[in-house]
């Protein structure tokens, strides 16, 4: 059975650091591309970047208000995808998931969830 | 970067119904677009991907078309269970987006 956990959230004061980690079973986690997607209470869905796989040299894209600030990470030797957040503001303030990307010549798409971690960023 | 709008935002229907919802981008995606189902308090679940597959083990009540800008997608026979928010994402091209949400409530 896939499973995707993550942990790692908490209250943090803007302009603080947290780092989130996703541990992965269930799969082979470095066949695939994961990313991070976030949602703020009440919204939508944001996504926030994706890490591909080794055969892709773990190359990273992320959304404009992550760029700079965040950084993805993977560790395959652990099953463990990691999300580093820097200069946190509360806009920042959400339930953040991790998600496994399963590519076919049909495309992408996000077929796995975690439950989430929630971050609140306090002024 | 690729803007998704989403109509109807909320919608009401009553059990059996048959119920529509349509996702347009703000440039062509070929069919590079997936559909996500989200009950409260849940993750998203995948639904339907490169527009029209049915992701395994959703029910065949789903289904998904469209490529270019616009996208539906049908629930045929709307159930109880179907009360969810229901959002669109693109795959084509960085930054990945996602639609805006519709909210489908049973009447």
């Known amino acids: 059975e896939v499973q995707l956990v993550e942990s790692g959230g908490g209250l943090v004061q803007s302009g603080g650091s947290l780092r989130l980690s996703c541990a992965a079973s269930?799969?082979?986690?470095?066949?695939?591309?994961m990313d991070w997607v976030r949602q703020a209470p009440g919204k939508g869905l944001e996504w926030i970047g994706r890490?591909?796989?080794?055969?892709?040299?773990?190359?990273?894209e992320y959304a404009a208000s992550a760029k700079g600030r965040f950084t993805i990470s993977r560790d395959d030797s652990k099953d463990s995808l990691y999300l580093q957040m820097n200069s946190l503001k509360t806009a920042d303030t959400a339930l953040y998931y991790c998600?496994?990307?399963?590519?076919?010549?049909?495309?992408?798409?996000?077929?796995?969830w975690g439950q989430g971690t929630l971050v609140t960023v306090s002024s | 970067d690729i803007q998704l709008t989403q109509s109807p935002s909320f919608l009401s229907a009553s059990v059996g119904d048959r119920v529509t919802i349509t996702c347009r981008a703000s440039?062509?995606?070929?069919?590079?677009l997936a559909w996500y189902q989200q009950k409260p308090g849940k993750a998203p679940k995948l639904l339907i991907y490169a527009a029209s597959t049915l992701q395994s083990g959703v029910p065949s009540r789903f289904s998904g078309s469209g490529s270019g800008t616009e996208f539906t997608l049908t629930i045929s026979s709307l159930q109880p269970e179907d009360s969810a928010t229901y959002y669109c994402q693109q795959v084509n091209s960085y930054p990945l987006t996602f639609g805006p949400g519709t909210k489908v409530d049973i009447k």
């Open positions: 890490i591909r796989k080794k055969a892709n040299r773990y190359t990273t």
């Open positions: 440039q062509g995606i070929s069919s590079y």
């Open positions: 998600a496994r990307n399963s590519e076919t010549s049909s495309g992408h798409r996000l077929d796995y």
């Open positions: 269930g799969f082979t986690f470095s066949d695939h591309y």
